[in-house]
C-alpha cells in the first residue's frame, strides 16, 4: 500500500470513535500496511539542529506514538523525526473515555488523554528493540505520573533511562490533562526540576516542551532558566485550554486540550517570541495547527528550525507528509533560501 492509498481509505476510520480509529492506525502503522515514502527529500530540505542531522524538518509531534509501537514504520512514511511518548514512570490508564474528539468542521481535535501509556519498561524495551540506523531521528518524550509524582526525582531518571535509546529527550511539563502538570513552568519550579536533571549530563540534547497558554510576561523567564539550565531546545507549543470564538464544532465545549487549525496563529505568535527572546540561544521546534507547506514555512520564518504535526497527520494520512516537504522545498527555493536554516527566523 502506498501513503496515497493509505490516505484515500482514511474516511473508511471516521466511522469509528476518535480513540478507537487512532488506535486502529497504529495497528496498521505497526503492521506497515501504511505504505513508505519511497523518494529522496528535496536537498533545501536538509537541515542541522541540536547537533542533529535532519533529512526535512518535518516532525511528528508527541502523543500520536505514546508506547513507541510505531517508529520505523512512521520514520519511513517521510517524517524527518518522530517523537514518542509522552511515556511516565509506570503504566497510567489515563482519564475516563471518552477522552478524545473530532472537531472536524473546525479541523481540530480536543484530547484529555491524561497520559496513558504502558510505563517506562514497555516503552524502553521498544527502543532497545529498534533496528539501526533508524531513517529518521528519534525524540523520546517524558512526563510523570498523575500519582505518586515527584518531578525533581522523575524527570531526572527518565531522561538517564532514555537517553542512551533517543537523539533527544523532551521534558513535557505542559500538558493539561494532568492536574497541576503545568504549575511546573513555573521560574522557580521549572529551575528546580532542570537542576535535577542537569541537561548538559544527560548526554543527549534536552528540550522542554511548553503550553501556548502562559501570560506573555512569563515567557522570558521560562527562556533565561532553560538557558542557564543548559537545555537545548523549545518546543512551542503544546495544546491550548483556550476555546476561540471561532470553533463550529458541537464538541467544542469539551474539556481538555485543543490542537489542530485553531493553535496555528496563538502558537505561531509565541514562537516568534521565544525565538527573538532567546536570541540565537535556544533550538526551537514549532508545533501547532501546521497542515501544509505554507503553515510549516510560517513556523520556521517564525524561529522555528523544526517543525511537528500531529492533528494534521490525523486528518490527512501519510500522504500529507510528501505534500507538505514538496510544498515547503518549492516556497524555499522561490524566495531564495538554499536550505532550511537559511529562512529561519526572517520574520521573527
Do not use: W
Not at 36 to 43: E, I, L, Q, T
Not at 135 to 160: F, H, S, T
Not at 194 to 221: I, Q
Amino acid at each position: 500500500m502506498t501513503p496515497s492509498l493509505a490516505s484515500a481509505l482514511m474516511p473508511l476510520m471516521r466511522g469509528l470513535d476518535a480513540e478507537t480509529a487512532h488506535r486502529a492506525a497504529l495497528r496498521l502503522l505497526a503492521l506497515g500496511l501504511a505504505g513508505r515514502d519511497s523518494g529522496p527529500d528535496a536537498p533545501n530540505l536538509a537541515t542541522r539542529a541540536l547537533g542533529l542531522g535532519f533529512s526535512n524538518p518535518i516532525g511528528l509531534a508527541a502523543g500520536f506514538d505514546k508506547d513507541a509501537t510505531a517508529i520505523l514504520p512512521l520514520l519511513r512514511l517521510g517524517f524527518g523525526f518522530v517523537e514518542a511518548g509522552t511515556v511516565t514512570p509506570r503504566p497510567q490508564a489515563g482519564n475516563p473515555r471518552p477522552r478524545l474528539f473530532r472537531l472536524t468542521e473546525d479541523q481540530a481535535v480536543i484530547n484529555r488523554m491524561g497520559f496513558n501509556n504502558a510505563g517506562l519498561d514497555e516503552y524502553l524495551g521498544r527502543l532497545k528493540g529498534l533496528s539501526l540506523p533508524l531513517p529518521g531521528v528519534l525524540g523520546a518524550n517524558v512526563g510523570v505520573n498523575k500519582e505518586g509524582a515527584d518531578p525533581e526525582r522523575d524527570y531526572p531518571a527518565l531522561c538517564r533511562s532514555v537517553a542512551p535509546h533517543a537523539d533527544y529527550v523532551t521534558i513535557n511539563v505542559s500538558s493539561p490533562n494532568t492536574p497541576g502538570l503545568r504549575d511546573l513552568q513555573g521560574e522557580e519550579r521549572l529551575a528546580a526540576i532542570l537542576a535535577a536533571v542537569n541537561p548538559p549530563g544527560v548526554g543527549k540534547p534536552v528540550l522542554v516542551k511548553l503550553a501556548p497558554d502562559l501570560a506573555e510576561d512569563a515567557l522570558a523567564p521560562i527562556v533565561e532558566v532553560c538557558v542557564a539550565a543548559g537545555v537545548a531546545g523549545l518546543i512551542i507549543s503544546n495544546t491550548t485550554i483556550a476555546r476561540p470564538a471561532s470553533l463550529r464544532s458541537p464538541l467544542k465545549g469539551e474539556a481538555g486540550g485543543l490542537s489542530g487549525a485553531p493553535l496555528f496563529e496563538r502558537s505561531t505568535e509565541m514562537l516568534a517570541r521565544a525565538y527573538r527572546i532567546a536570541d540565537g540561544r535556544l533550538v526551537l521546534i514549532g508545533a501547532g495547527g501546521v497542515s501544509s507547506g505554507e503553515q510549516a514555512y510560517r513556523k520556521i520564518r517564525a524561529g522555528a528550525s523544526l517543525v511537528q504535526l500531529y492533528s494534521a497527520f490525523a486528518y490527512g494520512g501519510p500522504a500529507l507528509i510528501g505534500r507538505i516537504k514538496r510544498e515547503l522545498s518549492a516556497l524555499l527555493a522561490r524566495d531564495g533560501f538554499p536550505s532550511v536554516a537559511d529562512a529561519v527566523g526572517t520574520e521573527a
